[in-house]
């Protein structure tokens, strides 16, 4: 009889770790104290009451937000109000699959900068903008990154928002996991700092509240926002009024507080549960050890395939990303692993079968 899957690929929380309950009770409140609020088409900049929560906990005016149907539908506004064909647009290698798939299509010319265990190498984009390099925008996920699992620091924060304003690009600050620190000091963000106007945030309550409200928000320069309203306009006159009201009374009622230190304690555990069995298991895997979110990216040896990797993964019924999926190039030794969805016993498991099939792929090439 084969052994169950086990799948490190989804970054979704599994939903033991979801406030199922408290959600229906918000959901109860808000669909009877507001039902023409919740019903109706509303406007394309979102769920009033929601906007004034999120501009509240931004400390921004609510004119400077709007919410969306998810932050990736908020990327794909931002991106299409910026970005032409070849216009630059600054990424992180690795970063985000989806970010790439969605500027490629967009016809951007790509310039990706590494990360480095701090964040991005913002010496390396220094570099490259006294080289010429003139970008459009920058797409940067300062907290426990998708998929490398780091943190920006301080002083690269501090540098990014001084290069926007010397050389006139937008900063996107993707911004999903802030809220699931489980360890170490929250940094301020670069919309807070930035003080020229060049700084664009995104976030989501994906991570926050289920994966299944498809509830996200951009918040910037009003100007800018304004021309995004448009594109919602266009796009689908209104997004969901009855998820961001569900939304906005899970956060006004406090129960979203509760969420997230049930989720942050969960992710603590899985994480201290992945790590500690990679260091046993795989001795010879490196990676950063995150100090929130859900991700945490593998390094495996010079030479090592984690495409052959995959492959007897999948004979073991484990699942995971390929590294090479988040770059434009390189990341055939590196793997992503998600321990949001999985329990500490199924993370013992799998990472048990994953280091079997590891150690399959030498012998075989013994």
């Not at 690795?94 to 798939?101: A, E, G, I, Q, V």
């Not at 699931?180 to 060049?198: A, I, K």
């Not at 996200?216 to 689908?236: C, D, F, V």
């Not at 050890?289 to 010079?302: A, D, I, K, M, T």
Request: with cysteine; net charge negative.
């Amino acid at each position: 009889m084969s052994p169950s899957p086990i799948s490190f690929a989804r970054g979704a929380p599994s939903l033991d770790i979801v406030a199922a309950d408290e959600l229906r009770a918000a959901a109860d409140r808000a669909l009877a104290s507001d039902p023409k609020g919740a019903f109706s088409y509303g406007t394309s900049v979102g769920y009033g009451p929601l906007r004034e929560w999120i501009a509240e906990r931004q400390d921004v005016s609510v004119d400077q937000v709007i919410a969306t149907n998810g932050s990736m539908q908020a990327d794909a506004f931002l991106f299409q109000h910026l970005v032409e064909p070849g216009d630059v647009v600054v990424v992180e290698a690795p970063t985000y699959d989806r970010t790439l798939l969605a500027l490629k299509g967009l016809g951007a010319e790509i310039l990706a900068i590494p990360l480095q265990e701090d964040g991005i190498d913002v010496d390396a984009l220094s570099r490259a903008l006294e080289s010429g390099a003139r970008p459009k925008l920058a797409h940067v996920i300062p907290n426990f990154h998708n998929p490398a699992g780091c943190t920006l620091s301080l002083e690269k924060r501090g540098r990014l928002v001084e290069l926007v304003g010397e050389y006139d690009f937008v900063l996107f600050e993707d911004d999903p996991y802030v809220e699931l620190r489980f360890e170490g000091e929250r940094l301020p963000t670069m919309l807070s700092m930035d003080e020229s106007d060049h700084v664009v945030y995104a976030s989501s309550f994906s991570k926050t509240v289920c994966p299944g409200i498809r509830v996200g928000y951009l918040a910037g320069p009003e100007p800018r926002i304004e021309a995004i309203k448009e594109i919602a306009t266009n796009t689908y006159i209104s997004p969901s009024m009855v998820s961001q009201a569900i939304v906005a009374e899970f956060c006004r009622s406090g129960a979203i507080d509760d969420s997230i230190l049930t989720v942050k304690e969960a992710l603590r555990e899985r994480r201290d549960t992945l790590c500690a069995a990679l260091e046993r298991e795989m001795p010879e895997a490196r990676f950063v050890r995150p100090e929130g979110g859900y991700f945490l990216w593998v390094e495996l040896p010079e030479g090592a395939s984690a495409d052959e990797l995959h492959s007897a993964a999948a004979e073991h019924e484990v699942a995971f990303v390929k590294g090479a999926d988040f770059l434009l190039e390189g990341g055939q030794s590196a793997f992503r692993l998600a321990y949001s969805g999985v329990t500490p016993a199924e993370i013992e498991s799998g990472v048990g079968r994953l280091a079997e099939a590891y150690r399959s792929l030498s012998t075989a090439a013994a």
